[in-house]
């Protein structure tokens, strides 16, 4: 097995603070997701009960594929166009699979 040689304990003291300092952004950056995700839920809430009083079919493949070219159109990277789609399908799914009527919540 090989192994990376030992930088000593100040190598170790920086690789963990700098380890520190990435791990404080990534967890700033997931809390901003979250709280986007939680916000878009809200508008998704109330598109389908928009939706739900005119007799409106709650599915627009338009607007799906509406969504995900606009996505990867905006995309600066390093996400490629297809990493864009598969995740944003993947909550455009989960979204309405979760709001459903008579879904869990």
Same mark, same amino acid.
């Given at each position: #097995?090989? +192994?990376?040689?030992?930088?000593? +304990? ?10 520190? &300092? ?7 950056? =997931?809390? &901003?997701?979250?709280?986007?995700? %939680? ?15 005119? /007799?409106? &079919? ?11 070219? /606009?996505?990867?159109?905006? %995309?600066?990277? $390093?996400?490629?166009?297809? =990493?864009?789609? =598969?995740?944003?399908?993947? #909550?455009?799914?989960?979204?309405? &699979?979760?709001?459903? $009527?008579?879904?869990?919540?």
């Amino acid at each position: #097995m090989n +192994e990376i040689p030992s930088a000593g +304990e100040a190598g170790k003291e920086v690789l963990e603070g700098a380890l520190r &300092q990435l791990r404080k952004r990534i967890d700033d950056v =997931d809390l &901003q997701i979250l709280r986007g995700l %939680n916000a878009r839920a809200v508008l998704v809430s109330e598109v389908y009960a928009l939706k739900r009083s005119h /007799r409106v &079919q709650r599915l627009d493949r338009d607007r799906t594929d509406e969504i995900l070219e /606009r996505l990867v159109r905006e %995309n600066t990277g $390093p996400l490629t166009a297809s =990493d864009v789609r =598969d995740l944003y399908s993947s #909550m455009l799914t989960y979204f309405l &699979q979760r709001f459903t $009527p008579g879904a869990e919540r």
